[in-house]
């Protein structure tokens, strides 16, 4: 048996990233979107704006959400980005400098590569409760924070967001653990064990 990660896009893979001009939130739930990530974020983002913390935001909704999420943003006065879906991750990781997502294997692969913080809340209803031993594995690194899925609600997102927000020094440390754990590539690997066979 060979273990060999996952094998991530070039273009992360070698993604420059400048700490400098990383100032956004990003949020996703997958390439289909997250309901209750959706729903939980876009409050516990008002609710740092009426504390104060104005953010940037860029959000990932899947199809079904884009409108009223959109909607809600501009009604709050927050500056935030939305899109249904983006092929080119590239430059929505240069601009985050913390992320609140899912825990697949795959996305976990290139946050590390692009070391990104995250606020991970695990699908919980994944194979094997996968995506929670997933998002353990990443937090016991350092690397992230874990809010499961039926303990998200705004207050408490907000409070988790206002916390790693406002502490650029452990944003930083987080982010260095994140790209530590370096979680991919392993597409040479994988090629390398199917010509050797």
Not at 186 to 197: F, K, L, Q
């Amino acid at each position: 048996m060979v273990v060999t990660g996952n094998p991530i896009r070039k273009d992360i893979l070698n993604a420059e990233i400048d700490e400098k001009k990383r100032d956004s939130i990003l949020i996703m739930g997958g390439s289909l979107g997250a309901r209750s990530i959706n729903t939980s974020a876009v409050e516990a983002l008002k609710i740092c704006k009426q504390k104060g913390l104005d953010l940037k935001v860029i959000h990932l909704t899947g199809v079904n959400d884009v409108n009223w999420v959109e909607k809600a943003y501009e009604d709050a006065g927050i500056h935030a980005k939305v899109y249904a879906f983006m092929d080119d991750m590239v430059s929505l990781y240069r601009q985050a400098c913390l992320i609140i997502c899912r825990t697949g294997g795959i996305t976990l692969s290139e946050l590390s590569a692009v070391k990104l913080p995250a606020i991970m809340v695990p699908f919980p209803k994944a194979a094997d409760d996968h995506q929670r031993k997933n998002a353990e594995y990443v937090a016991s690194h350092g690397g992230g924070w874990i809010i499961l899925d039926n303990e998200l609600t705004p207050d408490r997102l907000a409070l988790e967001i206002g916390l790693r927000i406002k502490d650029r020094e452990g944003l930083k440390k987080t982010s260095i653990n994140m790209e530590k754990l370096f979680l991919g590539d392993a597409a040479d690997i994988i090629a390398g064990e199917i010509i050797r066979v």
